[in-house]
């Protein structure tokens, strides 16, 4: 199973990497991902936005692979930053990550995070497919 992605002549084109709208197939189960933050495996947290951006979307690869999932799978992205002087290092690595993906997505700047170390966090919804 495979979500449909649209981006209606009605609206303004995408100002990035995503698409104004996701359906899922009918009877479709659907993958909810918590927040991912910036954090290894081993528990450490890089400093840079851009290294920190970089472990997210591993880990929102990684829970995704668990469940037998590609980053395709994902219909829609939620972002949280801190600071909104990002230049293109969250882009990047969603890129690297995501590679010409491009969800229904939503960025979001927030005061703080749960931890004051934290930059970026980033939540996902993801179609269930038989692969």
Known sequence: MT?????????AAPMGA????????????L?????QVPTSPSGDTP????????????NVVAVLAAKGQAPQSI?????YLVDDDVDAVVPQARARHLGEHRPA??????????????KIE???IAVASSQ
């Open 47 to 58: 400093a840079t936005l851009a290294e920190q951006a970089d472990q997210v979307y591993k």
């Open 3 to 11: 979500a449909t992605f649209d981006n209606p002549d009605e609206v």
């Open 75 to 79: 219909v829609k992205l939620v972002t």
């Open 105 to 118: 997505s939503t960025i979001l700047y927030v005061r703080a995070l749960a931890l004051p170390e934290w």
């Open 122 to 124: 980033v939540e996902a």
């Open 31 to 35: 993958i909810f991902l918590s927040g």
């Open 18 to 29: 995503y698409s104004h709208s996701a359906e899922t197939p009918q009877g479709s189960a």
